[in-house]
T-cell receptor
């Protein structure tokens, strides 16, 4: 298994531009999670899905952030418009179920200038 | 609510020294407990886990025992290597919270040759 695949690995964009981050979970994992990691705030859960349905989006910072999971093998996190304070590493993780733990992707390092 | 507290770092050690990272938790019911490791520039990787009281998780020379009476899950390794330099995260998964993991703040470990 190739694990959780995220793209791109690095993204540099200008303030105000739209950014789309992509994630392919492990086949058969019913849960998908989006996290953001910064030095100041550590790891923050943004949103998670179960069977492609968003379950908890209380961590999404504001309306500029949106996430979709159109099918079991693909999810996107979109920021529109992006701001410098969105600069962070964004991780996607998937899980087969409660108590199993997560498998994380390698992350997307986003820099907004 | 659920919470995880782990010792603040950085922890600096010499090679072959003994490592302990303390982790205590607050949760309703009987959570599953995890340790994750994050190497520089990478995502989090599951290091070990324990699902019930007195269980011992172990992997790559690391061990942690689920202590319900002290609500703790301390991570230990008898002889660290330079390659163990990383950030270590303690986490819990409580049934009532679905499949959401609650993470500690992370402990940075630096092993010097």
């Amino acid at each position: 298994d190739a694990g959780v695949i995220q793209s791109p690995r690095h993204e540099v964009t200008e303030m105000g531009q739209e950014v789309t981050l992509r994630c392919k979970p492990i086949s058969g994992h019913d849960y998908l999670f989006w996290y953001r990691q910064t030095m100041m705030r550590g790891l923050e859960l943004l949103i998670y899905f179960n069977n492609n349905v968003p379950i908890d989006d209380s961590g999404m910072p504001e309306d500029r952030f949106s996430a979709k999971m159109p099918n079991a093998s693909f999810s996107t996190l979109k920021i529109q418009p992006s701001e410098p304070r969105d600069s962070a590493v964004y991780f996607c993780a998937s899980s087969p179920g409660t108590g199993s733990g997560y498998t994380f992707g390698s992350g997307t390092r986003l820099t907004v200038v | 609510g659920n919470s995880v507290t782990q010792m603040e770092g950085p922890v600096t050690l010499s090679e072959e020294a003994f490592l302990t990272i303390n982790c205590t938790y607050t949760a309703t019911g009987y959570p599953s407990l995890f340790w994750y490791v994050q190497y520089p520039g990478e995502g989090l990787q599951l290091l070990l886990k324990a699902t019930k009281a007195d269980d011992k998780g172990s992997n790559k020379g690391f061990e942690a025992t689920y202590r319900k009476e002290t609500t703790s899950f301390h991570l230990e390794k008898g002889s660290v290597q330079v390659s163990d330099s990383a950030v270590y995260f303690c986490a819990l998964s409580a049934l009532a919270a679905g499949n959401k993991l609650t993470f500690g703040g992370g402990t940075r470990v630096l092993v010097k040759p």
